[in-house]
């Protein structure tokens, strides 16, 4: 007879509360998971979160309340789960899982991991973390009714790094608000903001400067002291956007006063963001009225919406367009509010300049209002009950694990209706590794394509090295006989080669380096082509990456889906099928042979094919490893959509 605990064979219960298992994450997934754990039986549970809980989380990460704004999540979690289970060993870490503090020994302690996070970096660190500690790890993600729980297991499954993902295309709420550095943040950004001073106000969708940037870590009541904003038309007072705003009576000028002046300035006083960025200019209007002409452009070919104007036209574009809203909102009464359309002209121009003005603050290069259009789309809300439903699949994985059961774990996708099988859940076999894996690969190797003449140190160790492969604290060398050290992760020996070009240091065409994470236990080995003829804006091209494609036409019903919210992480491509009427409904059809994650992308009944685009564990867009197999037709390459993730 077997043994129960409660509704675990005996075995499995005991397994349960002795192991120690991690949580990277105490958020919209986080929370949840945390109180399934305890409510299951697990003992002794660590969780480490950077984040500071915000009015906007208390919606849905149900074990803050507002007595905790401001205060650390995985602390308040901890304190808050021990109430289910008082006998319970939880350890919180305020802190950054890339913190070298938690290295391969810290993973090892672990009989599995568990992911909750909301950004690619974090997560490509834990991967790699718990490849080279050898221990299993769960993924997971939600994209408002999708979501997707999975598990790797170093030599037995995929990586989270074996597909290529396009660049992320959701991000937290401190880079939204305080250290944009891409233009897909500044379109945010000037999307929140119409909403705030026309729109439905909502506290996840803030516009000002962000005083719990835990990166920041500043003396708020001496940055206050110290700010150089105006005392009177752009006094940054923490009130409402859009009482604000209607206190000027929706003067263009005192709005772009306060929102691309005064608050850069207040920006700049947390001094910490901007040790190793570069610095925001702010923008004063009557400056401006002073320089060239505001109709001129930096681009003058093509259409109109594919032009690029200089900062006086956008400051111009932005006052029109203020003016213009602020009549449509006087028309519909006390109380109105305006939806942000992209096909209403004037919203879209407010939507174009703002971003535009912002990207210009943050040195950016600006972009055209058909550019700005086709990258802003609508929100994707975080929901309570995807995340629930996710972290109680990622426990059932935990309960196989623990069991000795990997051959019966599973990638799972929740879908946001019953497929023609009737199932919301549907699971899917663990794919293999990638022999051509970058990361699990017994030889990780890429080749990079670039201008050697051009490309810096700096630029290879941060755009490259950094940010498209994910390294901590990379270490270079050149394989020239010599041993040559390029890039080193000791502070300071390597500075002066910073703003040197590769070319200085004998790179060539076919040149080789070496590239060591000690923190990370990661090699990785670059081969580099010289080109002279990338795109423009264009900085290096991984050689044999599937291209990101261009923006996704409209859907026949008008919707389309993009991201906004700061849960969100933070995507990959994929070819879709048209689905009649609603090409926001995304199904799965399973088969009783329980096809792998990558199979199911693709099935096909007698008179039609349907697929479902599987939820990126990240970013809820489909993988690049969720491709079909065969290559479909014009049109239906033309129908693709983006899907977004915020938890």
């Avoid at 070298?100 to 974090?122: C, G, I, Q, S, T």
Wanted: hydrophobic fraction near 35%; charged fraction near 25%; aromatic fraction near 6%.
């Amino acid at each position: 007879m077997v043994h129960l605990v409660g509704s675990l064979r005996k075995e499995l219960a005991d397994s349960v509360s002795s192991c120690r298992v991690l949580v990277v994450g105490a958020g919209g997934i986080g929370c949840e998971l945390l109180k399934n754990l305890v409510l299951t039986g697990f003992k002794n549970i660590e969780v480490i979160d950077l984040d500071t809980i915000d009015v906007s989380n208390l919606n849905r990460q149900f074990l803050f309340q507002k007595k905790h704004v401001g205060k650390s999540k995985a602390e308040v979690a901890k304190e808050s789960v021990l109430q289910f289970c008082p006998s319970a060993n939880i350890t919180a870490y305020h802190d950054s899982i890339m913190n070298p503090d938690y290295n391969v020994e810290f993973f090892r302690k672990f009989v599995v991991v568990m992911n909750a996070l909301d950004n690619r970096a974090a997560r490509n660190h834990v991967n790699r973390m718990c490849l080279s500690a050898d221990i299993p790890l769960i993924e997971s993600g939600t994209a408002g009714y999708l979501g997707q729980v999975t598990v790797i297991k170093k030599g037995q499954t995929e990586c989270y790094e074996c597909q290529p993902k396009p660049t992320q295309k959701t991000f937290p709420g401190c880079t939204i608000r305080n250290t944009p550095s891409e233009p897909i943040h500044c379109i945010v950004w000037a999307k929140y903001l119409f909403n705030q001073l026309f729109g439905e106000e909502d506290a996840d969708q803030e516009v000002s400067p962000d005083q719990a940037d835990p990166e920041a870590r500043w003396d708020s009541a001496e940055a206050a002291a110290k700010a150089s904003a105006s005392e009177q038309d752009g006094d940054i007072k923490r009130v409402s956007t859009k009482d604000w705003a209607r206190s000027t009576g929706y003067d263009p000028v005192k709005l772009f006063n306060k929102l691309f002046k005064d608050d850069i300035r207040y920006l700049l006083t947390m001094d910490k963001l901007w040790k190793k960025r570069k610095a925001p200019m702010p923008l004063d209007w009557e400056e401006l009225l002073q320089q060239a002409s505001p109709s001129e452009a930096v681009s003058v070919s093509g259409l109109k919406d594919q032009q690029v104007f200089g900062v006086q036209g956008y400051a111009q574009m932005f006052s029109s367009s203020v003016k213009t809203l602020r009549e449509d909102l006087q028309q519909k009464g006390d109380g109105a509010e305006l939806v942000w359309d992209k096909d209403d002209p004037p919203a879209m121009d407010f939507v174009t300049a703002a971003a535009n003005l912002r990207m210009h603050i943050f040195s950016m290069n600006m972009k055209s209002r058909f550019d700005v259009k086709s990258m802003a789309g609508n929100i994707i809300p975080a929901i309570a009950t995807t995340n629930a439903i996710i972290a109680g699949l990622i426990v059932l994985e935990g309960l196989k694990i623990l069991s000795g059961q990997m051959d019966k774990c599973r990638t799972i996708f929740l879908n946001k209706q019953p497929n023609p099988r009737k199932k919301l859940l549907v699971p899917c076999a663990l794919d293999p590794p990638s022999a051509n894996c970058y990361v699990c690969a017994s030889r990780p190797e890429v080749t990079v394509r670039l201008n050697v003449h051009k490309t810096t140190v700096l630029s290879l160790q941060d755009k490259i090295l950094k940010e498209r492969f994910g390294m901590v604290a990379p270490d270079v060398q050149i394989e020239d006989g010599k041993g040559t050290i390029l890039i080193s992760s000791e502070e300071g020996e390597t500075e002066a080669n910073n703003n040197k070009v590769l070319s200085d240091f004998g790179i060539r065409n076919g040149s080789r380096l070496q590239s060591d994470d000690f923190l990370q236990d990661y090699t990785l080995q670059l081969n580099l082509l010289h080109s002279e003829e990338l795109e423009k804006d264009v900085d290096f091209e991984v050689v044999g990456e599937v291209p990101e494609k261009g923006p996704a036409p409209e859907a026949e019903d008008g919707k389309s889906i993009a991201n906004g919210n700061k849960d969100s992480a933070q995507p990959s491509t994929s070819s879709k099928v048209h689905v009649e009427e609603d090409d926001d409904d995304v199904l799965i059809l399973d088969s009783d042979e329980e096809p792998s994650s990558s199979s199911a992308m693709n099935v096909s009944t007698e008179g039609s094919a349907q697929k479902r685009k599987l939820t990126d564990a990240e970013t809820g867009e489909s993988s690049a490893k969720r491709k079909r197999l065969d290559q479909p037709a014009a049109s239906e390459q033309d129908d693709d959509d983006d899907i977004i993730a915020l938890d």
